[in-house]
């Protein structure tokens, strides 16, 4: 069971904790688990820096096809589709499209859809999550699925893999009641990987990832930090605004840290203290 501690402010970066410093590139802004992507923050990732591999091990409807994800997502959907014990009745629709994929997608549903339908489910070139490999879309494992808005419903497998994503790591990227943020319609099948804690966070605050990107920059490096509670870690998450050219991201010595550009205009460091540690016992 997971649960957050109030945040925990502090005067200054933490005087028991010494950090190294990374330098980091503009480039680096674009690569991550976190990397919001969207009208106004299109893709810049390159494909050819895109750890992508195969979806063969779950049931999939292109069995012609080739199905990719990005390897950490992989991972963590099969581990939650096992988790569902959903492996033959949940399938994996589509995952990694590239820019031309994409673009032949949006002019496909244009033609037989309208512009209405396809600027409400249908992401233009470049601004679509699919061309980051951190996205995929699931559906009932039916005979007839429809690859754009496939079923997936509040109720059996479907639903406990709902209730579970958030542990794997996976939202649901478009929900109801906030297609004025993110411009696309309630999407119930299309689901982001943006890891651990962070998914757990996004759903307790009923955030979408554009409301918790803007969120984490409240948390800069020399003021305040978020910290997130588990039974045997203490999470340390805080923002770092990218300079012009390089970038100095402090990152603690002697604890295991994950690094994400946001796609935007910095970075967001997520550091696991492991409780009885000394790092831990000084937060």
Same mark, same amino acid.
């Given at each position: ?35 919001? =992507? ?42 939650? =589709? ?62 007839? =699925? ?10 059996? @497998? ?9 542990? +794997? ?23 982001? +990987? ?43 998450? +805080? ?9 100095? @991201? ?6 295991? +840290? ?26």
């Amino acid at each position: 069971m997971m649960r957050m501690l109030p945040i925990k402010l502090t005067m200054d970066k933490p005087q028991f904790v010494f950090y190294k410093e990374l330098q980091l590139n503009q480039s680096a802004i674009h690569h991550g688990h976190l990397i919001l =992507v969207n009208r106004e923050h299109p893709i810049r990732l390159k494909e050819q820096f895109l750890e992508l591999l195969p979806v063969s091990e779950l049931q999939t409807l292109r069995q012609n096809n080739r199905l990719l994800l990005e390897k950490t997502c992989l991972r963590q959907l099969m581990a939650l =589709v096992n988790a569902a014990s959903a492996i033959n009745d949940i399938i994996a629709v589509s995952g990694f499209r590239s820019q031309s994929e994409q673009r032949e997608l949006y002019e496909s549903s244009l033609r037989e859809n309208g512009a209405a339908f396809t600027a409400s489910f249908v992401a233009r070139p470049d601004e679509s999550e699919h061309q980051t490999g951190l996205a995929v879309d699931v559906g009932e494992n039916k005979e007839e =699925v429809d690859f754009i808005c496939p079923s997936f419903p509040d109720r059996g @497998v479907c639903q406990t893999f709902k209730e579970r994503a958030a542990e +794997y790591g996976f939202i649901q990227r478009y929900k109801k009641g906030k297609e004025s943020i993110t411009n696309i319609a309630c999407e119930p099948w299309h689901f982001r +990987y943006v890891g651990f804690p962070h998914a757990l966070i996004m759903e307790q605050n009923d955030f979408c990832l554009e409301e918790y990107i803007a969120f984490l920059k409240r948390f800069v490096f020399a003021k305040e930090h978020f910290y997130f509670e588990t039974e045997s870690t203490i999470l340390e998450i +805080y923002y770092v605004k990218a300079a012009m050219g390089s970038t100095t @991201v402090p990152i603690p010595n002697h604890a295991r +840290y994950e690094l994400s550009g946001n796609n935007a205009d910095g970075f967001v460091v997520t550091v696991f203290h492991e409780k009885g540690s000394e790092q831990a016992s000084g937060l």
